[in-house]
C-alpha cells in the first residue's frame, strides 16, 4: 500500500506491506491441546486458518471451549515459523529491490511467531500474535483478539450468546473466512510486487488500531457485531513495532457485521455484510500524519458469502466470496497535493474489489485452491501515479490477479505424529497478473508489464 500523495522507497515499501498485512495465524497446538480435539476438527485442511462450524463456534465462543487433559491443556502458547522460495517472471530493479536480498530467486525466512492462545477461564480467552520477519529486520505485536468476557442465554429454545472483544485490527475478530485478516490468499511472499490498491478496511488499520466491541450470536445462526475503532498513538506504535496506514483517525471510525449462517447434513453456508467509515489525518510518514489541509473519508460496505461441504471428512469442498465497495472523500490529501504542485485535483474518488476462491480437499491431507481477485476503479491521481514498480501510469488502481495453490498437511488428524504438537503444511502458489495498478503492458511508466510480476512462491509452515 502506498501512502496518499508520498512515494516510498523500495526498503520502506516492504516494512510498509509487511507492518500493515495481517500475518496469519493457523491451528495452534494450545488450542488443540486445551479442546483436547485434532487441528482437523476446528480447521478445514488440518491446519487452517479456514475454520469448520466447530472453529467457528470455538472462536465465537471466546477460546474457552475445553477438555483436553494434562498440563499442555493448561499452557496457553505456540510457536509458529514460516520460511519460503520465491520467483518472479521478470527481475525487480536493482534499485527496487530489498536490501540483503537479490533481485529474484530468494530464499527466505520469512517471520517466526509466538502466540499467547487459550481461554482462561470459563468467560473469556485470548489469541496474541507476536511476530519477528527476517524480510526487514523487525518485530511487531501482529493480530490480536482478546475476549473479556462471553456468557450464552436461554431464550425460548434457543441459545444466546453475547460477547465482547478488544482487538487491533478490523475483522481479525471475525469468525468467517471471507473477511480480510483471515481470508485468502492466507500466505503470499512478502519480497514480490503487489497491487497498490487495497479498500482501507482490507488492511489500512491491520496492526495500527484498538477496537472494541460487542456481538451476539443467537441460535447459532445470526451473528451481530458492532464497534468502534481508533488508531494507536505514535508512541503506542514504537513500541508495538506498527505503523499508520492511509492515517490516523480523526474519531472513532464504526464498524459494524452481521451474517447468517446454516449448517446441515455436513454442510455449511452463510451471508453476510461489513460496513466501515473512518475520518482520517492523512499519513505523510509511517509514524506521522498532518490534518492542517484537512481529512480523508474512506466509507466501505462489503457483502460476503461462503458455502462448504465437509461431508466425512474424506472429501472436502468450499466456496468463498466477497464484494466491497468504497468510496473515498480524500479532502486532506487532495488538498495537500493541490497546495503543493498547484494542481486542481478533485476529492471524490471510488474502488471496488471483489475477491473469490473455490478449493478442495482429500482427508484433510493434500488440498487445491484457485483464486481470483479483481480491483477497479476510475483514474486517481491523489493516490496513484507513475513510479517504477509499484506505481500507476494512467493513475488507475485496476489489477487482476489468479492464485493457484497446492498443499500437503501430513499432521492435525487424531492419529497424527507428535499430535496436537507438531503441525506442518507445504505449499506451492502461483500469482498470475492480467492487470496490475492499472495496466497490462507499461503499467509504471518503466516498461514493466503486469505478468513480469507473475509469481512462483514454495512455502514450508511449521506450528508447535
Not at 483464486?371 to 491521481?381: E, L, V
Amino acid at each position: 500500500m502506498r501512502f496518499p500523495g508520498r512515494y516510498c522507497g523500495p526498503v520502506g515499501l516492504v516494512l510498509i506491506a509487511w507492518l500493515l498485512a495481517p500475518h496469519q495465524a493457523m491451528a495452534l497446538p494450545s488450542f488443540a491441546a486445551q479442546t483436547g480435539q485434532p487441528c482437523a476438527a476446528c480447521h478445514i485442511g488440518a491446519y487452517g486458518p479456514q475454520l469448520t462450524p466447530l472453529g467457528r463456534a470455538f472462536k465465537i465462543g471466546g477460546y474457552t471451549q475445553s477438555g483436553g487433559d494434562g498440563l499442555a491443556a493448561s499452557v496457553p502458547l505456540s510457536v509458529m515459523a514460516f520460511g519460503s522460495f520465491g520467483n518472479t517472471a521478470a527481475n525487480i530493479p536493482n534499485d527496487q529491490r530489498v536490501t540483503r536480498y537479490s533481485n529474484n530467486n530468494n530464499f527466505n525466512f520469512d517471520q517466526l511467531s509466538v502466540f499467547v492462545a487459550g481461554g482462561f477461564g470459563e468467560y473469556s480467552g485470548a489469541l496474541i500474535q507476536f511476530t519477528a520477519s527476517n524480510n526487514v529486520s523487525a518485530s511487531k505485536l501482529d493480530n490480536t483478539d482478546i475476549r473479556p468476557f462471553t456468557t450464552t442465554f436461554d431464550v425460548g429454545d434457543s441459545e444466546l450468546r453475547i460477547g465482547t472483544t478488544i482487538n487491533n485490527s478490523p475483522t481479525v475478530q471475525d469468525p468467517y473466512n471471507t473477511t480480510f485478516a483471515w481470508g485468502y490468499p492466507y500466505v503470499a511472499s512478502a519480497l514480490a510486487p503487489t497491487p497498490a490498491a487495497q479498500p482501507a478496511i482490507a488492511g489500512a488499520f491491520g496492526g495500527n488500531t484498538m477496537g472494541a466491541s460487542v456481538y451476539l450470536w443467537y441460535d447459532r445462526r445470526l451473528y451481530l457485531e458492532a464497534g468502534l475503532y481508533n488508531t494507536q498513538s505514535p508512541w503506542l506504535l514504537a513500541r508495538t513495532g506498527n505503523v499508520y496506514g492511509v492515517g490516523s483517525t480523526g474519531n472513532p471510525a464504526p464498524y459494524l457485521r452481521a451474517a447468517y449462517e446454516w449448517n446441515w447434513n455436513e454442510q455449511s453456508a452463510h451471508v453476510g455484510a461489513l460496513f466501515m467509515q473512518s475520518n482520517v489525518n492523512p499519513s505523510v510518514a509511517p509514524r506521522q500524519t498532518d490534518s492542517s489541509f484537512g481529512r480523508d473519508q474512506y466509507t466501505d460496505y462489503s457483502v460476503d458469502a461462503s458455502y462448504a461441504f465437509l461431508g466425512d471428512g474424506t472429501h472436502i469442498a468450499t466456496l468463498q466470496g466477497i464484494y466491497t465497495h468504497e468510496n473515498q472523500s480524500l479532502g486532506g490529501t487532495a488538498s495537500s497535493s493541490n497546495a503543493a504542485n498547484g494542481t486542481g485535483f478533485g476529492k471524490n474518488y471510488s474502488l471496488d474489489q471483489i475477491r473469490m476462491n473455490a478449493s478442495y480437499w482429500y482427508r484433510n491431507t493434500y488440498g487445491a485452491t484457485v483464486g481470483w481477485q479483481r480491483t477497479w476503479g476510475p483514474a486517481n491521481p491523489i493516490l496513484f501515479g507513475p513510479g517504477e514498480l509499484t506505481g500507476s501510469n494512467n493513475s488507475k488502481p485496476n489489477s487482476n490477479a489468479f492464485t493457484f495453490e497446492a498443499d500437503w498437511v501430513p499432521f492435525g488428524k487424531a492419529d497424527s505424529w507428535m499430535g496436537p504438537f507438531v503441525n506442518l503444511k507445504v505449499g506451492l502458489q502461483y500469482v498470475a497478473y492480467t492487470q496490475f495498478n492499472g495496466g497490462t503492458r507499461n503499467y509504471d511508466g518503466f516498461g514493466r508489464s503486469a505478468g513480469d510480476n507473475n509469481t512462483l512462491y514454495l512455502f514450508g509452515w511449521m506450528a508447535f
